[in-house]
């Protein structure tokens, strides 16, 4: 089986205390924060790449890494800014992943056309987009694939089912003729 590469890790975690947004967002000269369009504030981590959106309720979400590792890192290096700023009283959070995003080339073109009659709830519509959608539902995952043969898969919640779920769809584009 070809390796899956990770994109992106999504993750979110409480505070446990709610945040002062406008204060917050004083404090760091790279946050973006337009409570009429959009109420959390973001701010991104320039040297992981990680975005961090802070709602007034003290949930937070992160997004960007590359890793759960790196995700971590640059979630325990945010929480002690935030914690020698006053914004909170500890660092400690449970972290919770929340999603993979993973690529993979499967390196044969991929038939989408039939693959839209052959896969059940498969949608495809290459006049308003490049992939066909698809989901599985052990595990819970959402794919797009492209004719190219690549493709993306969201919605694992660990290494182990992006892997299932790529192997899933390989029996499933061979046993339907789907690759060319």
């Known amino acids: 089986m070809e390796q899956f590469k990770i994109q992106n890790v999504f993750v979110n975690f409480s505070l446990g205390v709610s945040i002062d947004i406008e204060a917050l967002s004083r404090e760091f000269p790279n946050a973006i924060y337009d409570p009429e369009l959009s109420p959390p504030l973001e701010i991104k981590d320039e040297e992981s790449e990680s975005v961090f959106r802070v709602f007034q309720s003290g949930q937070v979400t992160c997004l960007g890494g590359k890793s759960v590792e790196k995700v971590k890192i640059s979630v325990k290096n945010f929480l002690e800014i935030l914690k020698d700023k006053k914004f909170i009283p500890s660092t ?25 009659y052959f896969l059940e709830g498969a949608r495809y519509d290459p006049q308003h987009l490049p992939w066909l959608t698809y989901g599985l539902q052990k595990p819970k995952v959402i794919f797009h694939m492209f004719e190219n043969g690549n493709i993306v898969c969201t919605g694992a919640r660990n290494r182990r089912e992006i892997n299932s779920a790529f192997k899933a769809l390989r029996v499933k584009l061979e046993e339907n003729s789907l690759l060319l």
């Open 92 to 116: 400690d959070v449970d972290i919770k992943i929340c999603n993979y995003v993973a690529t993979l080339n499967i390196g044969r073109k991929i038939r989408l056309w039939k693959a839209a």
